[in-house]
């Protein structure tokens, strides 16, 4: 079999059976070192766990990726963390952080480095407690060095922070589409105490953020929200997060959320927005479709020379499906596309490993011509959960259009 993917040098090897059949059959120990290039680690696995990754790719091929850090560690850096990679991805630097700002998420317009995502009020612990939340954008000139600090709203801070308004965002994509800037952000509203286990995330109302590719990003007053969506109680899921600004085959602007499904998991939840960004529209009845993986957090991107929609997503395999929380089943990554957003297809498994305190998940990822670059938060071993990730790593998914499932990598025991 033609090995397309790029994984370490000592696993390559590994994957050489000729059918799907015999590869979902075929078990290995897992290695002992993280797979892919460990960009960085927690110190303190047991307290702190890497959050939120995100990665570009300037044009001059230098990759730039960002995370942080969160748990219950009494100290810890409130700053998103930015590496580079001169050699596409083999080894990494960190050269600077991104002050005061959680949840960034990297993309690269009008010749510069821009990062999305929030700042947290005064005595920050928790994102789903913190009340003065506010989103922020900074911008960096210099290719992830330094950066502008969002102070107040001419210079990147663009909604929320007070008490009565707080709204925050995760790393989700970005979207450039018909001159625009589109990025789903989340009011924090009341919690539905009925719903089990993760009722805080029913106290998300997404809304859309968007501006004018050719405004200045930086000054709040550019920018137009869609009034936020409330959940709706549903007897099959316990609420929503981390949307997706995706345009439709047909042309239409949606946001596609995340949905907390932690019995089946497979669904995601898609909002109707207008092609201006003002206003945005959910109907529960329709509103829901098919996803796998849908109830863990997911990157979808429109790839134009396959005509299909992309993601990497923690798809449940069939070896897990009696796993009690599926929200919590992310030992398995795969690789899905899908024509119209509505239905998916699982086109190989990048990743599998039969244990499930590892997770990985969140994976973001760009598309550099046949491959997909791709960073991860990783809870490998040492991590107490799949959640709370010990490791941020790169790897790479070579040929990513031409994989199926013959070429699904072994599962690791």
């Known amino acids: 079999m033609k090995t397309r993917r790029t994984l370490p040098l000592a696993l390559v090897a590994l994957f050489v059976a000729s059918s799907a059949l015999a590869r979902a059959e075929e078990t290995i120990p897992a290695p002992k070192d993280p797979p ?3 960009i960085d680690k927690s110190d303190n696995f047991a307290e702190l766990y890497v959050g939120s990754p995100s990665v570009e790719i300037l044009p001059d091929g230098t990759y730039v990726a960002s995370h942080d850090f969160f748990g219950p560690a009494k100290e810890f850096d409130l700053r998103t963390q930015v ?6 991805g083999a080894t990494w630097t960190r050269i600077g952080a ?10 690269y317009a009008k010749n510069a480095l821009y990062a999305i995502g929030w700042a947290p009020g005064e005595g ?14 900074s911008r960096s000139e210099d290719g992830g060095r330094t950066w502008t600090t969002p102070s107040d709203s001419k210079s990147g801070s663009l909604i929320g922070g007070t008490e009565d308004f707080s709204v925050f965002c995760d790393p989700a994509p970005v979207l450039i589409s018909g001159g625009r800037v589109w990025k789903e952000v989340e009011q924090m509203g009341d919690f539905d105490p009925n719903s089990k286990p993760r009722f805080y995330m029913t106290q998300y109302r997404p809304m859309c953020a968007s501006c004018p590719l050719d405004a200045d990003l930086l ?3 550019n920018w137009t929200f869609t009034e936020p969506i409330p959940w709706v109680t549903q007897d099959f899921a316990g609420g929503w997060a981390e949307g997706n600004v995706l345009r439709t085959p047909e042309g239409k602007m949606i946001i596609q959320m995340r949905v907390d499904d932690g019995v089946r998991d497979g669904k995601g939840a898609q909002i109707q927005l207008s092609d201006d960004g003002e206003t945005a529209t959910w109907d529960p009845s329709t509103g829901f479709v098919e996803m796998p993986g849908g109830a863990k957090k997911f990157v979808i991107k429109y790839d134009d020379p396959s005509g299909y929609y992309w993601s990497l997503v923690n798809w449940v395999h069939p070896e897990d499906v009696d796993a009690p929380d599926k929200e919590r089943t992310r030992n398995t990554l795969a690789l899905v596309r899908s024509k119209d957003l509505k239905s998916w297809e699982i086109r190989t498994i990048v990743y599998r490993r039969a244990d499930l305190t590892i997770g990985f998940q969140y994976v973001d990822w760009r598309v550099e011509g046949d491959d997909l670059v791709c960073v991860c938060r990783l809870a490998w071993d040492g991590a107490h959960n799949c959640h709370d990730a010990n490791y941020f790593t790169f790897f790479r998914l070579k040929n990513f259009r031409d994989l199926t499932r013959e070429d699904d990598a072994p599962t690791w025991r």
Do not use: N
Request: hydrophobic share 35%; net charge positive; proline share 3%.
């Open 98 to 107: 991104i002050p005061q700002q959680r949840a960034s998420y990297l993309f």
């Open 124 to 137: 920050f612990r928790d994102a789903s407690k913190d009340t003065k939340c506010r989103v922020t954008i």
């Open 83 to 88: 590496f580079e990679s001169k050699d596409k």
């Open 219 to 221: 000054d709040a007053a």
């Open 36 to 38: 892919g290039v460990v």
